[in-house]
């Protein structure tokens, strides 16, 4: 099955700074690869998500990047603000007959500092 | 529009003991899931249904964990008997498309069930 591997474990960054958070995945198949945000005590929200035959997407101050060829996607936030301090979980989904399902990574822990 | 709601919010239970998690799936989504999220964890896949039928519980241990989802819209997850190592989030999500190349495929969670064994 899937394997999602996620680093780093943990993020400090001063505010205003940028974050990236890395995933690689081991099936080929993979093709949807989204990305959630976890405040503490809430549910996983979904922030930004790509599909294989796109190479980058942007959201205002959210991009994710995807590699097909080495099998990895990161997430990149800029001008990063208090308020984007949570956990951050990539996914990989999409092998034949896997449905929607979804492998998560074990997260990412950003604290954006003042 | 209702999000997935779940019950209860927490629960405590002994060893050995049996819980149920309830889930109400966003209205028109055909398929839900149940994930455990361990503390510190991502969330592992437990079993996933596209209305009333099982697609995926190849990761739901079966001698005690069972699932159903009758009339293919509100579902339950029960443990029977519990072990300390099922302390964990109970996530149920739901989602719109399964499998679709198109559209965001896009999971809405749950708040979740947090359930302490002791």
């Known amino acids: 099955g899937e394997n999602v591997e996620q680093h780093p474990s943990t993020l400090s960054v001063q505010e205003g700074d940028s974050a990236v958070i890395k995933c690689t995945y081991s099936d080929s198949a993979s093709n949807y690869f989204p990305w959630y945000k976890q405040e503490l005590g809430k549910r996983p929200q979904l922030i930004i998500d790509i599909r294989s035959n796109v190479g980058e997407k942007k959201d205002q101050r959210i991009a994710v990047t995807l590699n097909k060829t080495a099998k990895h996607f990161s997430l990149h936030i800029t001008e990063t603000q208090p308020e984007d301090s949570a956990v951050y979980f990539c996914?990989?989904?999409?092998?034949?007959?896997?449905?929607?399902?979804?492998?998560f990574g074990t997260g990412t822990q950003l604290k954006v500092e003042l | 529009e209702a999000g997935v709601a779940q019950s209860p919010r927490y629960k405590i239970i002994e060893k050995r003991q049996s819980v149920a998690f309830w889930c109400n799936p966003i209205s028109g989504h055909a398929t839900l899931y149940w994930y455990q999220q361990i503390l510190g964890q991502g969330p592992k896949l437990l079993i996933q249904?596209?209305?009333?039928?099982?697609?995926?519980d190849s990761q739901l241990p079966k001698d005690r964990f069972s699932a159903e989802r009758l009339k293919g819209v509100d579902s339950t997850l029960k443990i029977q008997p519990a072990k300390l190592e099922d302390s964990a989030v109970y996530l149920c999500?739901?989602?719109?498309?399964?499998?679709?190349?198109?559209?965001?495929?896009?999971?809405?969670f749950g708040e979740g069930s947090r359930l302490t064994v002791l």
């Open positions: 996914a990989a989904s999409g092998a034949p007959g896997g449905g929607n399902k979804l492998t």
């Open positions: 249904f596209q209305n009333n039928g099982v697609v995926d």
């Open positions: 999500a739901s989602s719109l498309l399964r499998g679709s190349s198109t559209g965001s495929g896009e999971l809405f």
